[in-house]
């Protein structure tokens, strides 16, 4: 129980530390219904500005509507938030993630954007991104710091990733 | 953009984590250090984007393209031109040849330069006082002091051909992984000694104290394939993970998973 109050205590924290952070980029930000939770998709919830923004743009935050409750209410209804990572430019386009947060974990990493300039791109995202979502995850868990013998495109998708879980304060 | 997290997270480790996007591939700098370092941040980032132009293959402005159009002598070119000539030299003795900076016998230095900026902005970031930190260039990496307190840094390594798994992490302090092979699109390393594409491996990961070295020796390994290992004893300090096109890995003899 202590633990699970814990757990509900860093959520809010991270929560309320997301509704204070200044959002200065044109990307759209995406709201989430409360509970019950239902992971966002990609596609067509989020319509992202300018690709050339990178490295220095803020992704935006959104969160469900008990972020501002105390705990006593926020241990009634599973809180979730979805978080946009930067836009990170590769070589092959910009790939932007963002990921669906419940509870303070990680339930679903969706890319907002990711290079599809040619068949061959959208070939390869087919089954790169799919497969990226499961790695993330894993790699959270396993508590890893950093992937090495990552790809151009992967290396900007865990990027972004970073930054999105960084923002969302995991 | 720098996130400073250290209020967020009271009882966790302080972090400050920037991406930057440079020579074709993007940086991660992650501090674990509590503190605000926009100054350091901001030098690394004018020190990687001042090697890129430097560097460049890609850019005609560059002053190694303009030493390969023989435009600009060593002489007048950057000074870190000649530092970073002298280090490919000795990776060059070192793999005997596996590794040069002149592929197909023009002027390419890239093989060990990314690994080199990298080392060095980890250097500076040190000398800020952001003495935990990690700096990520494309997937080869410094790591620094540890991850936090009583936890040292933890790094997969990518199964190249599964994403999804990670064949075998390495954790330690004050350590360097880089990684050579095929899945990145567009690259081929070239063998050296035959000119041809080197495809005896899937992956070559290599661990040690440099970056700078350890880039360039993960590109030897890459080539050298069923020979790496056995060359790699001979390098002291290092040690190499290789993964042939079978899936099967293999190991130097003093690999270890902690460093």
Known sequence: MRRVALALFSTITALVMLLSFKTHSSTASVPVATAPAVPATGDGTSSTGSSSASSSSAGSASSGSSAKAPASSASATPTTKTVTGDAIDTRYGPVQVQITVTNGTVTAVDAVQYPQNDPRDQQINSYAIPQLNSEALSAKSANIDMVSGATYTSDGYLSSLQSALDKAGL | ?259
């Open chain 2, 1 to 259: 953009m720098s996130i400073d997290t250290e209020h967020r997270r009271p009882v966790e480790t302080p972090r400050t984590v920037h991406v930057e996007h440079c020579m074709g591939t993007a940086f991660t700098i992650d501090i674990r250090d509590a503190g605000r370092w926009d100054a350091a941040i901001g030098e690394v980032i004018g020190w990687l984007h001042m090697v890129d132009a430097v560097f460049s293959t890609y850019s005609a402005g560059s002053d190694i393209s303009r030493m390969r159009r023989g435009e600009l002598r060593l002489a007048d070119a950057d000074p870190t031109v000649a530092q970073v000539l002298e280090l490919c030299a000795q990776a060059q003795t070192r793999t005997g040849g596996a590794f040069t900076a002149m592929p197909q016998g023009k002027l390419d230095p890239t093989g060990l330069v990314k690994g080199w900026a990298v080392e060095r902005a980890s250097r500076l970031l040190t000398e800020h006082g952001a003495v935990n930190h990690a700096i990520n260039g494309g997937g080869d990496m410094q790591l620094a002091g540890s991850a936090g307190p009583d936890r040292p840094w933890v790094v997969g390594i990518a199964d190249p051909a599964d994403r999804r798994r990670v064949v075998r992490t390495v954790s330690g302090r004050d350590f360097a992984v880089a990684t050579s092979g095929t899945a990145e699109r567009g690259r081929h390393i070239l063998d050296p000694l035959t000119g041809r594409p080197a495809a005896g491996l899937a992956a070559a990961t290599v661990v040690g104290p440099s970056l700078t070295f350890a880039d360039a020796y993960a590109t030897a390994a890459f080539v050298l394939a069923g020979d790496a290992l056995r060359w790699i004893c001979e390098v002291d300090g290092y040690e190499a993970l290789l993964v042939g096109n079978d899936g099967m890995i293999s190991t130097s003899p003093e690999w270890r998973a902690e460093c």
